[in-house]
């Protein structure tokens, strides 16, 4: 519930910077509309801890230990050299699995010059697998989740290298939503057979990142 109410107030907060930079625009402002690209290399590291097994009204958490190395582009419209419209695709590789994530995309120059501070939001679908293995107190499992609802918000800062590139830095945070299942195994006390249950469920997963893009033009 935190975590939910947390997302809602970043999402509020980056909503409010845009609604506000938007009324203080300039009369005088130029109207121009042009295409823009952002290819953009990136590393993220997971935070917090998620749900792994839910047996006999016992939940058990185990550590976000996550680590995502991103590659992806993104494809648009500027407009006045300070809104940015487009939509992306990459890849994502997992520690445990791999993701096709696909966004709509809306960004935010502070400035109309070469170098300036930048904000952004993703907003879309991991399509994809994680799998992974943990192991809680004498209860072990396989934990697996295919993707659903993604969110990833950003700020940085770009510079102008050439004529017509640009150089970018940026953090961000993203939340990544799974569908998952995993294969329970116990053993009961009168027995020495294993046995085994299928348990599904919905989980989040957070992330804290870092990444690299160049811009044309």
């Not at 809602?8 to 690209?37: G, H, P, R």
């Not at 070469?114 to 679908?125: H, K, M, R």
Request: glycine fraction near 10%.
């Amino acid at each position: 519930m935190i975590r939910k109410t947390c997302a809602c107030l970043m999402i509020a907060a980056f909503q409010l910077v845009f609604f506000t930079a938007w009324s203080q625009e300039s009369d005088t402002a130029s109207n121009t509309l042009k295409y823009f690209n952002k290819t953009e290399l990136g590393v993220s590291f997971g935070i917090g801890s998620y749900p792994n097994n839910v047996s006999n009204g016992v939940t058990y958490k185990l550590k976000n230990d996550e680590i995502v190395a991103t590659l992806q582009t993104v494809n648009g419209v500027m407009y006045n050299n300070r809104w940015l419209l487009g939509a992306s695709i990459g890849v994502e590789k997992w520690k445990y699995g791999l993701f096709w994530p696909v966004y709509g995309y809306l960004g935010y120059n502070f400035k109309r010059t070469d170098n300036t501070f930048f904000a952004n939001i993703y907003l879309g679908y991991g399509i994809g697998t994680r799998y992974a293995r943990g192991v809680t107190g004498t209860i072990s499992s396989i934990a697996q989740g295919s993707g659903a609802f993604a969110l990833m918000i950003g700020v940085g800062y770009k510079m102008k290298v050439a004529q017509k590139l640009k150089f970018g830095y940026e953090i961000f945070y993203k939340y990544q939503a799974l569908n998952a299942s995993y294969e329970n195994y116990y053993q009961k006390s009168d027995t020495s057979k294993l046995l085994s249950s299928t348990i599904d469920y919905k989980l989040g997963l957070h992330f804290a990142g870092f990444k690299l893009a160049i811009f044309f033009p």
